[in-house]
């Protein structure tokens, strides 16, 4: 054969496979989900799309990562560089200029507050410190009574956050004295993933799911099948309670008493502390899942159930139309509101 024509047709067959080959990344591949994990806001943040060519799903992740890591610099109190920490750091009773994005989610959490009776509170940094539930290095025993009895006395339950948007828009806020700080914990993962999936449909993304520590939302389906989601049992770690199978558009936000705790003389303290006691709430709850549209509103709702207990808990659902709810007591036993999706799994757990 000539040689040329030997050449010619050899590199003919390297450019059809490299035409078939980026033909078949610009496809869905069936059955394909591409993920990744990485640690922002404190939690194993995970994405996984499906459906979609392994290029664009990876780029649209490494967009969705970026988006959690520039919200962290605005909403995390133990960056000092972040914003609330900046806000935190100025002297009580002055007023300081904000971004409207801060100010619109401080917008959102004092309508709970005041929806809540004050149960739910965004003030609580300097008695999460206290506690020690957000360090490294935890105690593992309650803070001197003292230390619980001075702060109850200083913290305003009224107005130990206050908020101002002047005519041109802008966002002002006043933290009331020393026992007040800024800590969005209970929205800010929230609201994070809502932005995460915000840009993941920018990128043209339309079946997804994002994680981050349990809490979650999620977009489209995997093909013809829901994303599977397992809610783990309260006291046992490696064990799931119920699952549920979830597609379209839909937020899943847990609280519980098993996420950050100590044991001490078989008393449990945890992280989902009462603004009225200043210790960890116990209204009998173990665990409390919200299922709604919006995850930063469901995220501080479960919170606020949570520390309100069944009866007024449930009262407070109702001011969130579209939410669902569904409530694991101490003792394992379930109350699920009729909307919430879920198959229970277990028997009620044995103390």
Do not use: C
Not at 25 to 31: E, F, K, S, V, Y
Not at 264 to 271: K, M, P, Q, S
Not at 335 to 341: D, E, G, M, V
Request: proline share 4%.
């Amino acid at each position: 054969m000539n040689r040329n024509r030997l050449s010619i047709i050899v590199t003919s067959g390297i450019a059809l496979f490299l035409a078939t080959a980026l033909w078949l990344d610009l496809i869905p591949r069936a059955h394909t989900v591409y993920s990744d994990t990485r640690l922002l806001m404190g939690t194993l943040v995970s994405i996984s799309v499906w459906g979609h060519p392994k290029g664009k799903a990876e780029t649209a992740m490494q967009k969705a990562f970026a988006e959690f890591a520039r919200l962290e610099e605005v909403l995390s109190w133990q960056r000092p560089t972040s914003e609330v920490s900046q806000v935190n750091q100025v002297s009580r009773e002055t007023w300081v200029s904000i971004s409207t994005e801060l100010g619109t989610l401080l917008q959102r959490g004092l309508l709970l507050g005041q929806r809540s009776e004050g149960a739910f509170s965004m003030a609580l940094q300097p008695l999460t410190q206290l506690w020690g539930f957000s360090s490294e290095h935890q105690d593992e025993k309650p803070p001197a009574k003292e230390k619980l009895d001075r702060w109850l006395r200083l913290y305003p339950t009224v107005d130990a956050i206050r908020l101002m948007q002047k005519e041109d828009k802008s966002f002002h806020v006043q933290l009331a004295n020393s026992a007040v700080g800024l800590d969005l914990g209970a929205l800010g993962k929230g609201y994070a993933i809502d932005q995460a999936i915000s840009v993941l449909r920018k990128e043209g993304i339309a079946n997804a799911i994002v994680d981050a520590g349990g809490d979650l939302r999620v977009i489209g389906s995997k093909g013809s099948n829901p994303w599977r989601i397992g809610l783990q049992n309260p006291r046992q770690k490696d064990q799931i309670i119920s699952m549920s199978q979830l597609r379209g558009d839909i937020a899943m936000m847990t609280s519980g008493d098993y996420e950050r705790f100590f044991l001490l003389e078989n008393i449990r303290y945890h992280h989902i502390l009462d603004p009225k006691t200043a210790e960890p709430a116990r209204t009998g709850l173990s665990s409390v899942s919200v299922q709604g549209k919006n995850a930063a509103e469901i995220n501080g709702l479960s919170t606020a159930i949570f520390v309100l207990g069944v009866e007024k808990g449930l009262r407070l659902l109702k001011q969130y139309p579209g939410s669902e709810a569904l409530l694991i007591s101490e003792k394992g036993e379930p109350t699920r509101t009729p909307a919430f999706i879920a198959d229970w799994l277990q028997e009620p757990i044995k103390q």
